[in-house]
């Protein structure tokens, strides 16, 4: 799918910077673009020495982004590097640039889950649900200095998660409003319900890393001697310090069994009602983020009607749910 933001490289300039950065002789022997990602351009190159990498480089900063899309490249950077450092199984990261907009990481060797489903028995589907969510909780082990998305300006960043999420919340209303994005509801009521919630964000006092991306085609998975087994897990540029719970809204995306799963996996136990209040919170957010976001990535007619009717009825539901 052609993304209008993404940014477009020939294969001359994606071994360029391998050669840049990558330690010893750079001999490429092979070369693929990924077509399927939204935000990044992402280039698999193999080279004559065995290694597999990927060159992944970040839209234009003159390009008009969403605000929480500022610095997303060192977002995922910070998420690889205190990911991997805690045990979260990701691609190796062999370089990042940060200013540049520049990262180079490992090719993974299985598929994505979407790849892979037809081909596993519903209870093989099951145990890889309630593995990702057992590996995923890892990111949550990881502390950070204050709530919000690590970038340089210090947007959405506070000492308290209530300040920091309603920073957040009034980040992609303005965008909304700016790029005139259809929503179910006026800003200042989805606001005011967020705003009402601060309490209960409240409890939430220590800002743990949230992957928050984790849908299935950011999940790899591989072949293991007995079923199938979570390879890695890609693209942390949506990650931020906050509830841990709030990665629970990516991990949940499939039926109730495999939801059921997942939970399982990452929390050991169910859901308390304050819990799944918060989650409603988050799932509004990324609605939000989905429905706005169509403006400016330049996708089809057909994937922003899909994409604006199926995120706006979940945005109704949820924001219904902080109502009842």
Request: include cysteine.
């Amino acid at each position: 799918m052609e993304i209008a933001i993404r940014p477009r490289l020939a294969r001359a300039d994606v071994e360029a910077i391998a050669r840049r950065h990558l330690p010893g002789p750079v001999d490429v022997v092979g070369h693929e673009e990924f077509q399927d990602g939204f935000f990044n351009a992402a280039h698999a190159l193999e080279l004559a020495d065995g290694r597999h990498v990927v060159v992944k480089v970040a839209p234009d900063r003159n390009l008009k982004l969403l605000r929480y899309e500022v610095d997303l490249m060192a977002t995922e950077i910070e998420c690889f590097e205190r990911g991997l450092a805690a045990g979260v199984p990701m691609p190796a990261l062999h370089y990042g640039d940060p200013d540049g907009g520049v990262m180079i990481i490992d090719r993974l060797n299985g598929v994505t889950l979407p790849n892979a489903r037809d081909d596993m028995s519903e209870a093989e589907l099951l145990a890889v649900r309630r593995e990702i969510g057992a590996l995923s909780a890892r990111f949550a082990t990881v502390t950070g200095e204050r709530f919000g998305y690590p970038r340089k300006s210090g947007r959405t960043v506070a000492d308290t998660w209530s300040e920091s999420f309603q920073a957040m919340i009034a980040d992609v209303l303005a965008d909304a409003a700016e790029q005139g994005s259809p929503l179910p509801r006026p800003a200042e009521e989805i606001a005011a319900l967020v705003a009402a919630e601060r309490d209960l964000l409240d409890e939430v006092t220590r800002p743990a890393l949230v992957h928050f991306d984790l849908w299935d085609g950011n999940v790899f998975v591989e072949r293991a001697e007995s079923g199938w087994r979570v390879e890695a897990f890609i693209d942390g540029e949506r990650a931020f310090y906050g509830d841990p719970i709030a990665e629970i809204v990516s991990l949940s995306f499939g039926s109730a069994e495999e939801t059921a799963a997942a939970v399982d996996g990452f929390l050991g136990r169910e859901l308390t009602a304050g819990e799944e209040r918060r989650l409603a919170l988050y799932r509004i957010y990324l609605m939000l983020i989905l429905v706005v976001e169509c403006a400016v990535r330049g996708f089809d007619e057909e994937q922003t009607a899909h994409q604006i009717k199926w995120s706006t009825e979940v945005l109704v539901r949820n924001l219904a749910l902080l109502e009842a």
